[in-house]
């Protein structure tokens, strides 16, 4: 009896609560749909499986770092540790939402989702060649959600328990409620090693090089300054389907620098060989030099197709003056995108009009019978242009002559009681001045704050421009304290819990948390569980374009602009596979091309001759 007993409390384990199923072991999991890659995949498409290993790469990043511990909220953390640790799972870059096994070997999941177990794989060690334990997932799960930053408790806010079901077996079960993307969620889950972190401080900064059980460990560093990562030999994941061709240099390192300008001038002499452009200015102007033209720095544009998400002007609705939508919509006009595009940006980027631009999940033109399910009961609650009208942004014709939006804008301020008084903008009722400040971490972006400011100024407006370094700027937007930030939030192609961060009530108060603007609205929250619980595909489309469009007609923010492809600039010493995936260039699953290193090499010698 007491065998039977065991037997069927096995059974129970891996069945869904209330359903008598029983449930396979699989190699991945999808939020929707098929996996594109079978149980039998070698490596992932857009990776080169016999990419040489070796070389080093030299990235450049700014600011400073004061810790290796990214998890918590104090600090600033070294760029590049991600690459120390690993996750349960591992996600596939041209698919809009998968994962394989990574640390797990295997996942179960329930017809309905209502909790996901993993299997360890037997071979995955730590850095000191400690195994992988079940015991590091629950203390990790634990400790991220009780000592790391906001994020955690928000991200995993719907997981009720996490129990060892078997030596190398780990069940997370859900509280109550529709959320298919928990399984996924939680498969994205990093895990630590609680051996290492037994007698120290977790929610403390440190500058001791943790252990991990990824692809890199570092190897040296300058507080502030500089830090190497190493490739760990014989690490115990190389040769697993998701990491092969991947993870190919043997050392990664980032030198820190004060801004971009100074970045920039230090990749062009050679200091680095790698950069992410973000400067329409630069890509235009800046690379105009020998090393372009002789073909030893590469610039490239490579198309994506992922979400841009949303770039904007971010309005702190903790202040006072923002709480009003109507000053938030008037506010708007000042920003002449036209204008800038053509003189800022050599026309390179494309107006941001909704918060999940370039993907099938923007809301377009009105909301539809799918949309309309989902909306009709929030009628009243809502702006009623949701239902009459399709958002966009205010329009210019590109002359810098703003006057008729200014007109628009001023008639706005002055029905919201917002009118002009010795040629400042001030409240009819208290008196007060329509003044704020935007809060800068670069000078880069004066040149698109300027003139906003001065069309603003124009409606009695002042608006005041603040730069901070790095470290000030984490603090201050730690806790909330700014007028208006350059800020927003990215997207992927299929979006889930995050979104209570983003935008959920219970994020706006929490310090170090991502709802910048500070969004408290019921009706916002009950649309982020409906893009939450979406049963598949065109439930979860209906869905988050209706949240879409409760967000654009909130005036939240005043959007920016995004560019379709990826602006890299590189010294030719790279191979790269010929597939780029729907989320763009994978920079890890490039490799040293020893013969164009040596090329490259011999060249610039040559010149310096």
Do not use: C
Not at 77 to 92: Q, S, V
Not at 111 to 139: M, N, Q
Not at 172 to 188: D, S, T, Y
Not at 327 to 332: F, G, M
Request: charged share 25%; net charge positive.
């Amino acid at each position: 009896m007491r065998h039977i007993a065991a037997a069927l409390a096995a059974i129970y384990l891996s069945v869904s609560p209330g359903f008598a199923e029983v449930v396979k072991p699989a190699h991945g999991i999808a939020m929707h749909g098929d996996l594109k890659y079978g149980a039998d995949f070698t490596h992932f498409e857009y990776t080169n499986p016999t990419a040489p290993k070796g070389g080093t790469v030299r990235l450049g990043t700014i600011g400073t770092f004061d810790t290796f511990n990214s998890f918590i909220i104090k600090g600033n953390a070294a760029t590049g540790l991600g690459f120390l640790y690993d996750n349960l799972m591992h996600g596939a870059a041209d698919e809009a939402f998968t994962q394989y096994g990574q640390l797990a070997e295997s996942i179960e999941v329930p017809e309905d989702r209502s909790w996901v177990a993993f299997t360890l794989r037997k071979e995955a060690r730590w850095h000191d060649g400690k195994p992988v334990t079940v015991e590091d997932v629950i203390w990790t799960f634990n400790t991220l959600v009780e000592k790391g930053t906001p994020f955690y408790r928000f991200y995993y806010g719907s997981v009720a328990e996490v129990v060892k079901t078997g030596e190398r077996s780990v069940r997370f079960n859900f509280k109550p409620g529709e959320n298919r993307e928990l399984p996924l969620i939680v498969g994205q889950l990093t895990i630590l090693p609680k051996h290492y972190w037994e007698g120290r401080d977790f929610s403390k900064t440190t500058l001791d090089p943790p252990i991990g059980s990824g692809p890199y460990k570092i190897d040296k560093f300058e507080p502030g300054r500089t830090i190497t990562y190493k490739r760990v030999e014989n690490w115990w994941g190389e040769n697993l389907p998701v990491n092969k061709g991947q993870y190919n240099f043997d050392k990664i390192r980032y030198d820190y620098y004060r801004d971009t300008t100074i970045a920039l001038e230090a990749f062009k002499s050679g200091e680095f060989d790698y950069r992410f452009e973000n400067s329409s200015k630069a890509w235009a102007t800046a690379y105009k030099i020998p090393n372009v033209e002789k073909g030893l720095i590469k610039k490239e544009e490579i198309n994506h197709n992922r979400s841009s998400g949303m770039q904007a002007f971010v309005f702190n609705t903790r202040r006072d003056i923002f709480k009003d939508r109507e000053v938030r919509k008037a506010l708007a006009y000042g920003f002449d995108f036209e204008w800038s595009n053509k003189n800022l940006f050599y026309g390179q980027y494309s107006r941001t009009r909704s918060y999940f631009d370039n993907s099938e999940l923007a809301a377009t033109g009105l909301p539809g019978k799918d949309e309309l399910t989902i909306l009709e009961p929030y009628r009243g609650r809502i702006p009623d242009e949701v239902f009459t009208t399709e958002y966009n942004p205010p329009k210019n014709d590109g002359s810098g002559n703003v006057r008729k939006n200014l007109r628009v804008a001023s008639k706005i301020l002055k029905n919201a009681g917002w009118v002009i008084k010795d040629g400042k903008r001030v409240n009819e009722k208290t008196g007060q001045v329509l003044e704020f400040e935007i809060l800068l971490v670069s000078p880069l972006f004066e040149r698109v704050v300027l003139p906003f400011a001065k069309n603003l100024e124009k409606l009695g407006v002042k608006v005041n421009t603040r730069i901070v370094d790095s470290s000030q700027y984490q603090r201050r937007t730690d806790t909330f304290d700014y007028d208006v930030i350059v800020g927003g939030a990215g997207q992927s192609l299929s979006p889930g819990n995050e979104q209570r961060s983003y935008w959920g009530s219970a994020a706006a108060d929490t310090e170090g948390g991502r709802n910048s603007i500070g969004i408290k609205d019921p009706v916002i929250d009950e649309l982020i569980e409906k893009v939450i619980a979406a049963p598949d595909r065109k439930g979860l489309v209906a869905a988050v374009r209706a949240l879409d469009r409760v967000l654009q007609w909130g005036y939240w923010l005043i959007p920016h602009f995004h560019s379709k492809f990826d602006r890299i600039a590189f010294w030719n010493k790279f191979g790269r596979p010929k597939v780029t995936p729907i989320q763009g260039n994978q920079f890890l699953a490039w490799w040293v091309d020893p013969k164009k290193a040596d090329a490259l090499k011999g060249k610039l010698s040559s010149s310096k001759d």
